[in-house]
Every structure is written in C-alpha cells, then in structure tokens.
C-alpha cells in the first residue's frame, strides 16, 4: 500500500513541474473562492471580506494533498477599484507550494446592469521537496535522499469578470512566467511552471422570492491538451442555506452543503467522491470554506 501511495506522490510531484498538465490546486467550491483564482474579483462586491478555505484531498492515504488558504479583498472607498491578497500551502507528500499574492483591480460599467472588472496580480512562491521523505525503493539517485531542495520563484497573474445580478462570467491566467524550477541542483533538470487558465460562468434562476437556482462551470487547465471541467448545480434558500451537486470531469462527484448567517458569516462544506481507480485507496475528499463579511462602505 506504502508503495503504490508513494508511486502516486512522485507522479503529482512531476505534475507539479511541469512534467503532467495540472499544477494549481483544485477547489470544489470554486465558487466561493474565486479571488484565489482570479483577481478581478477585488473590488467586485461593495464590502470587505476573508475567506478561508482547507481541502483535505484523499483521505486514507498515506501524505494526501493538503491546501490551505485565507484571502482578504474589497473595494477602494470612492473609486471604481479593488484590492486585496492571500496566501496558500499546498503540499503533496514531499512537495510543498507556499506562496503570498498581491492583486489589485479595476471595475468599469457597461451599462445600467452590468459591469467589467480587470485585475492583475503579482506573488511570491517557494516551491520544496524533501527528498528525505522520499521512498528510497524508487529513487535511482540516492544522494537525493539526504536533501532538502527549495526554490524561490516570481509570478503574476491576469484576470477579467464580466458581471451583473443575474449572471457572471470569468476568465483568468495564472503562472504568466513560466518560470523553472531548480531541483536538487538541477540534477533532474529545468521543469517549467505552466501557465494555467481558469473560465467561470453562472447564471442565477429567480424561482421565487425565496428559492435560486444556480448552475456554473468552470473549465481550467492548460490550453490547448490539459483541459477540465467542473460542473455543478446549486440551490439556495433566503439567501442562507444551499446544496448543490457537482461533477469533475473524470475525477469525482461532489456533494456541498452551506450556510450563511445575515449575509455575513459563511460556512461551507464538500465532499468528493472519487470516480477513477484511485478511490479504492481512500475515503474521500473534504473541503471547507469559511468566510466573513464587514465594512459596507459602498
């Protein structure tokens, strides 16, 4: 078990230089946490916020994916932008991303109803792989196995939303640099950061006075092979309790449950059910999104 566990480790850290096409971290509730993914969205909302998010991705096995993240965004006081910035982790068994991003945005009309925000946004990663955690049975270089290999990398990201009560959509590129990444002293080589694209979109069904329905997808990867997609369908009440179900492209289902309390405490909660043949090895995938809501000044 052990080994099959590390084999499938030492395949997402290639995934993550570059080696395979997904290098950014997957959310299920991507649509509460959209200014990680794109930094137009600062300044959108004529509030404050924090959002924090943690996914706990296969559980069961051995040094599962972990990502945490908390952001901090909103408004400019008298003008049309916004500004903000969070930080993440992300590890995968030996490997580690751990990043600070700054994002700054602005936010045009282009009519009565709907407007256009444009963001770009600048960070700082250092990228680790502690070559002691590696299993020795599938490592040929043993020096590796005594090193603790960091690096320092620049990046920036761009992002548009086009939005209105009813509607928006998103588009946005993350890794713009397509930086390399130097492991263990360039003993494996040069692995280049990809740049990443993220299309979201959702359109919200006024059933009632108390009931939305809200389908959205989002489509992400890297153009034009490593492309997925989500797909899901959320139902919401008085604007405090929602279910929705969701569906990633050969990878899993997802079941989310949520609540808000006055449209300024936020809890969410999913679960990923595994579709491929990685879900005999582990229970599950669970997320959880909590956010809070302050200084109304627009």
Request: charged fraction near 15%; hydrophobic fraction near 40%; avoid cysteine.
């Amino acid at each position: 078990m052990r080994r099959v566990t590390y084999i499938i480790l030492l395949a997402l850290f290639a995934g993550s230089v570059g080696l395979l096409g997904q290098q950014m971290p997957h959310y299920t509730q991507y649509m509460f946490n959209d200014f990680v993914i794109n930094p137009a969205i600062a300044g959108v909302h004529d509030f404050y916020q924090i959002r924090t998010s943690h996914r706990f991705q296969w559980v069961g096995l051995a040094d599962p994916p972990l990502t945490n993240s908390i952001g901090f965004y909103g408004p400019h006081a008298n003008l049309d932008m916004g500004y903000g910035g969070y930080v993440y982790n992300d590890v995968t068994g030996p490997t580690s991303r751990t990043g600070i991003t700054g994002s700054y945005a602005y936010n045009i009309a282009i009519n009565n109803d709907i407007r256009l925000s444009m963001g770009i946004s600048a960070s700082m990663m250092q990228f680790r792989i502690d070559g002691t955690q590696l299993n020795p049975k599938i490592v040929s270089d043993e020096s590796i196995l005594q090193v603790v290999s960091a690096s320092y990398l620049p990046d920036a990201g761009i992002g548009v939303y086009l939005y209105a009560e009813e509607f928006y959509v998103g588009l946005s590129a993350a890794q713009l640099l397509n930086n390399n990444i130097k492991i263990f002293d360039n003993k494996n080589g040069l692995n280049r950061l990809k740049t990443h694209i993220n299309l979201t979109g959702a359109y919200r069904f006024q059933v009632d006075a108390d009931w939305i329905i809200e389908p959205s997808v989002m489509i992400k990867g890297t153009a034009p092979k490593e492309l997925s997609f989500d797909l899901t369908a959320k139902t919401e009440w008085k604007k405090m309790v929602w279910g929705a179900v969701s569906y990633r492209y050969h990878e899993a289902i997802g079941i989310l449950l949520g609540y808000s309390y006055e449209e300024t405490l936020f809890f969410g909660y999913a679960y990923d059910i595994g579709i491929t043949s990685l879900r005999k090895y582990n229970t599950g995938t669970h997320e959880i999104m909590i956010g809070y809501r302050f200084n109304d000044i627009k």
